[in-house]
């Protein structure tokens, strides 16, 4: 009502009939007139406080949903949220130092850089004179969460006690996700570590930069990191000016993020484009990394079967991986689910990113759901998320992406080396201190293996062709055993070996001794020629 979106309310065809009662309202006669509403709008967002800002945060990238006066607006909560004083900030930071601020730092800007829902972040320069960041949490910011979320807990408990339909959204979980995630936000120790993170995991790539933190100077609340400069990465004019080719800027971001969430699995999952700019030789630069998240082995091995499946259009298989990783009942018909994914998907292939609305197809996909009792999985919320948030900044940048055709080879390569010899090789690389601590025990193994399979004697009342034919059996099972284990050894020898000589000097898998692949290649001509054949 102090903002005027009782208007929203009153729209409503339930209470149009009531309409007139506004303008007999006392506080419409004390209100500010001639606000727009996507001003009014931002304002109630902002006074409800941090997850409602976060909420308006990810609605500013869908251009596709809402109307552009809303859209822009909007955008302004990234890093526009009215900020705390400064000389609070200067008071947070020196009784977490314990110390004046003199001491810490050769100058300090009282005005902050930018403001935002959990904390917000001012200039500064060390006493070498290097030039940094301050991050501090807004202080009794956590009470203000805690209340939110305690609503929130309430809300999802009703809805999950009298609505079928919202249990099958699983809204508690969903919640409690979410509460961890926001808690998170708030320990800037753990945001500082996750940066550092994802700093080492791009350290030799070209496509996402990301600023060093300060451990000396970094507190719970308190974050020191390298000063990055570099143009808005929604300031798209900016951009062209600067001679950035979007198009590539944009295929780079579709690159970033399926190598973050499937080769590194730890991705940045607020990529709203307030935390995100671009240097003037194209490449990305992250900031604020409150929110990240990590996929389960499982969940990611579907998830790319999902989206290859989709890639290729073969909605049985995409239809089949729901119901294996149990995202669909079981007892679920394949044929009617893949009829209802192929009617939903189909439409929008062959189409560039302009012309498709992902809120939309989510939309369609949650209905389809729905009828086949598809249940929400909490633990893909943030990836969710982020894909939209990852879908909004290609809008923007280049809307005749073709995500399909840009994401398709990257996920195949990721495919292959999760499910081909690489895999395999780097599975027992990886375990090769395991394999050392067991080889001693293998000849025992061996050993015992070939004893078990030894007939004892002749049983009793047996023919001597039963007794002729289990003799052969069980030299045959003796001959494979025995194949089978000298070529896991032989396998095992090579990665041993080469794990050795890695840890004493580093050497490429091209440089490898000659010893150590003919070992391996002997030992895997062993274990494949080792399987029964149909002779057997």
């Known amino acids: ?247 590539q800027l944009a295929e780079s971001g579709v690159e970033i993020f399926f190598t973050q969430v499937f080769r590194h699995n730890f991705f940045h999952a607020d990529m709203h484009p307030g935390n995100i700019f671009v240097s003037p030789e194209g490449q990305y630069i992250a900031v604020d990394f409150g929110i990240m998240g990590t996929l389960s082995p499982e969940d990611q091995r579907y998830l790319a079967g999902n989206f290859l499946a989709f890639f290729h259009r073969d909605y049985r298989k995409v239809a089949e991986l729901h119901v294996e990783s149990g995202w669909v009942p079981a007892g679920t018909r394949i044929d009617e689910f893949e009829s209802a994914i192929r009617t939903v998907c189909e439409p929008i292939f062959d189409r560039p990113l302009k012309d498709i609305s992902f809120g939309h197809l989510l939309l369609r996909l949650f209905q389809t759901a729905r009828r086949f009792n598809m249940q929400v999985q909490p633990q893909l919320v943030l990836l969710q998320k982020t894909l939209l948030n990852i879908e909004g900044l290609g809008r923007q940048l280049y809307p005749e992406l073709d995500l399909w055709q840009t994401a398709k080879p990257f996920l195949e390569r990721w495919m292959s080396e999760q499910l081909g010899v690489r895999s395999l090789v780097k599975s027992l690389k990886d375990n090769s201190t395991f394999w050392t601590e067991k080889f001693p025990e293998m000849p025992q193994l061996l050993y015992e293996a070939l004893k078990r399979n030894q007939p004892n004697q002749l049983m009793a009342g047996e023919s001597p062709d039963s007794f002729e034919l289990l003799r052969r059996e069980i030299r045959r099972a003796n001959q ?23 840890d004493y000097a580093p050497v490429k898998w091209a440089n490898a001794p000659v010893l150590t692949w003919m070992l391996g290649g002997l030992g895997a001509l062993i274990l494949v020629f080792a399987w029964p054949s149909h002779k057997d």
């Not at 494979?480 to 890695?502: D, E, F, H, K, P």
């Open 1 to 247: 009502m102090r903002h005027g979106l009782d208007e929203v309310v009153l729209a409503m065809h339930l209470f149009r009939p009531l309409r007139f009662l506004a303008y007999l309202s006392p506080w419409r006669w004390f209100r500010e007139e001639d606000v727009p509403r996507a001003i009014r709008i931002r304002r109630v967002l902002e006074d409800l406080g941090p997850i409602f800002v976060k909420f308006g945060q990810i609605l500013s990238t869908r251009r596709d949903l809402l109307p552009d006066d809303i859209a822009i607006e909007l955008a302004h909560l990234q890093d526009r949220v009215p900020s705390f004083p400064g000389e609070q900030a200067r008071q947070l930071v020196e009784k977490a130092y314990k110390k004046p601020l003199s001491e810490a730092f050769a100058h300090f800007e009282a005005e902050p850089l930018a403001s935002a829902s959990i904390a917000q972040v001012h200039a500064a320069q060390l006493l070498d004179g290097e030039d940094v960041v301050v991050k501090i949490v807004r202080p009794g910011i956590e009470s203000t969460i805690r209340g939110d979320l305690e609503l929130m807990y309430t809300v999802a408990e009703l809805a999950e006690r009298y609505s079928k339909e919202a249990r099958r959204l699983r809204p508690l979980e969903v919640v409690a996700e979410y509460e961890k995630t926001i808690i998170d936000e708030l320990d800037l120790m753990r945001e500082a570590a996750s940066a550092s993170q994802l700093r080492r995991n791009f350290e030799d790539s070209s496509l996402l930069y990301v600023p060093e933190v300060h451990w000396p100077l970094t507190r719970t609340n308190v974050m020191v990191m390298e000063r990055i400069s570099g143009t808005p990465i929604s300031d798209v004019k900016g951009l062209l000016k600067l001679g950035v080719d979007l198009q």
């Open 480 to 502: 494979r055993t025995i194949r089978v284990v000298i070529g896991a050894v032989l396998l095992i020898c090579a990665v041993v070996l080469l794990q050795g000589l890695s």
